[in-house]
């Protein structure tokens, strides 16, 4: 990692202090909008997409494909990741078994964590028994272990999903930068400056503490960390 990398990363710690308690301080509405608006970009729903975007375009690892199946390999991406999350919350709001589609209490979020684990556990299997890039597998299984992380630690505090979901890309970029003969300086500083920004947005648009935003964050490092050495 560049020294480029680890003021980044000394940035994004930076801007995950700023709020020490935002149930404690007042923001103006602007600031409160803006942090909305990175949450809403930023949600766990639409990362793993982004990446599926970063493998296909970015990092070329489906060159061999023609643009038909990489565009199949993306629908994958947000049925597996986005598609089906989304509308198990819905229906599940819809049915009563949760109170918001926010997600606001633990009890709401044991449901959607435990079927998630199943959508992200077959998104892995596929991934892996159609031989796709030992990069995509990995990501597959890092987010698996993260959801079901983020389930056991759901019984202790309200772990924030968004930082689960962005320590789980800023450790692929690490360990990416480090096994890899590519140069990974510029994603690594990207991920972390959006972590950084993402964790800040939570705690001000959320009712999150730093002790549920940190946590998701190195949760996520983990589950990463694990995958790698499975894959």
């Known amino acids: 990692m560049t020294i480029h990398d680890s003021r980044t990363f000394a940035s994004m710690i930076s801007q995950m202090r700023i709020v020490h308690d935002s149930r404690n301080l007042t923001f103006s509405p602007v600031i409160r909008i ?129 930082t689960i979901a962005l320590g789980v890309i800023c450790a692929f970029f690490l360990l990416a930068g480090m096994f890899s003969a590519a140069s990974y300086g510029f994603y690594i500083s990207v991920a972390l400056l959006i972590a950084g920004v993402t964790a800040t947005a939570r705690l001000i648009d959320s009712n999150h503490t730093q002790k549920e935003i940190y946590s998701g964050f190195f949760a996520g490092v983990l589950a990463e960390v694990v995958a790698y050495f499975f894959v």
């Open 34 to 162: 803006v942090a909305k608006i990175v949450s809403y970009l930023f949600h766990p729903l639409f990362v793993p997409v982004y990446i599926g975007l970063f493998f296909i375009y970015e990092a070329r690892l489906f060159n061999d494909r023609t643009d038909w199946q990489n565009r199949i390999i993306l629908i994958q991406f947000f049925v597996y990741y986005t598609f089906f999350p989304l509308m198990t919350a819905l229906l599940a709001k819809a049915l009563g078994f949760i109170e918001s589609v926010y997600l606001k209490t633990q009890k709401d979020r044991i449901l959607l964590y435990i079927v998630c684990e199943i959508f992200y556990f077959w998104a892995w299997y596929v991934f892996r028994n159609v031989h796709f890039p030992k990069e995509v597998v990995m990501f597959a299984l890092g987010v698996f272990l993260a959801c079901s992380l983020g389930l056991i630690l759901n019984s202790y505090l309200k772990i924030s999903m968004h």
